[in-house]
């Protein structure tokens, strides 16, 4: 496995296990149940599209170094699909989108977008 690979995945997976912790506790916290709206999945889903696609990016960015923002947009869209495919239609299924099940979902998203956004910062500025 690629150092750089490797380095971004165990960043992003202690990250991502002390995310869920906090959201567990807060949830525990404030007498909500732990384990529905599929946090679980949404946070392994997260993880491994992230990684995936890090990886990708890992691949690409010396033969399409001008391009690698355009990929890396294209694998944002594919976590919409991967959203709109394994968690809308139960999320919806009530006929809304709690809050709950909203943070299931984006909390993960948005700390796998963070962190995906800063390393392809970091390879962009040290390419040029």
């Known amino acids: 496995m690629n150092q750089s690979l490797l380095k971004f995945s165990t960043k992003l997976i202690l ?10 506790a807060v949830l525990h916290f404030l007498e909500l149940s732990l384990f529905e709206n599929k946090i ?23 033969k399409y170094k001008e391009q690698l923002g355009f ?15 394994l ?4 999320y919806k299924a009530d006929g809304d989108i709690s809050k709950l ?3 299931a979902f984006f909390i993960p998203y948005l700390l796998c977008l ?6 392809l910062a970091k ?6």
């Open 114 to 119: 963070i962190i995906e956004t800063s390393s």
């Open 71 to 85: 990929m890396f947009l294209g694998g944002s869209f594919l976590k919409f699909i991967v959203f709109f495919i």
């Open 87 to 90: 968690f809308y239609p139960s």
């Open 15 to 24: 990250i991502l296990t002390i995310a869920f912790g906090i959201h567990i």
């Open 123 to 128: 390879w962009l500025n040290k390419m040029e």
């Open 101 to 103: 099940e909203f943070a």
């Open 40 to 62: 679980i999945l949404a946070y392994i889903v997260n993880a491994v599209l992230a990684i995936l696609i890090y990886g990708f990016l890992l691949k690409m960015k010396e």
